[in-house]
């Protein structure tokens, strides 16, 4: 069965730094595409990032020269690197395997910056 | 960038109707579509892929069509757990691009 668990949300300063995880079992995160997508308290979806299985990365406009996009195939987990954090930044962040578009959603992680 | 236009931002209906949501790209993307699913304070949930394809587990009540850039996804006899916002997205292109959403309430 396909799982996917984030972790590693919380409270941060604007400015500050955060690590997302994800945590995937069931399948090889190393040969799926795997999506990051965001979701701000009472908004709609925005899509953020991706990982190919090859290893390129695309970034959303909003987060470009902020955020960092990887995996450990070792481990199985994809990460999300958000750095110079902003207050627009809070959401829900959702990592997502990729098959034909979004297709698995892990339950998401909380990232609130204030 | 592909924009997604969703339509209408929210609807009332009641349980046993048929509802069709609507979702336009800002150019052709061919048929690379899906519709998700979501409730309050839950991930969203894949209903559709690839505009008319349903997704496994999902019921046949839901049904999705369209290519290029006008696709429609169709519930038919709304049930009670069918009442959510409902999201199009296309992975035509990067950046991907979800639709604003439409919000289905109980009339």
């Known amino acids: 069965e396909v799982q996917l668990v984030e972790s590693g949300g919380g409270l941060i300063q604007p400015g500050g730094s955060l690590r997302l995880s994800c945590a995937a079992s069931?399948?090889?995160?190393?040969?799926?595409?795997m999506s990051w997508a965001r979701q701000a308290p009472g908004k709609g979806l925005e899509w953020v990032s991706v990982i190919y299985s090859g290893g390129g990365t695309y970034y959303a406009d909003s987060v470009k020269g902020r955020f960092t996009i990887s995996r450990d195939n070792s481990k199985s987990t994809l990460y999300l690197q958000m750095n110079s954090l902003r207050v627009e930044d809070t959401a829900v962040y959702y990592c997502?395997?990729?098959?034909?578009?979004?297709?698995?959603w892990g339950q998401g992680t909380l990232v609130t910056v204030s | 960038d592909i924009q997604m236009t969703q339509s209408p931002s929210s609807l009332s209906a009641s349980v046993g109707d048929s509802v069709t949501l609507t979702c336009r790209a800002s150019q052709g993307i061919g048929n690379d579509l899906g519709w998700y699913q979501q409730k309050p304070g839950k991930a969203p949930k894949r209903l559709i892929y690839a505009a008319s394809s349903l997704q496994s587990g999902v019921p046949s009540r839901f049904s999705g069509s369209g290519s290029g850039t006008e696709f429609t996804l169709t519930i038919s006899s709304l049930q009670p757990e069918d009442f959510a916002t409902y999201y199009c997205l296309q992975h035509n292109s990067y950046p991907l691009s979800f639709g604003g959403g439409t919000k289905v309430e109980i009339k």
């Open positions: 997502a395997r990729d098959n034909s578009g979004p297709s698995q």
């Open positions: 069931g399948f090889t995160v190393e040969s799926n595409y």
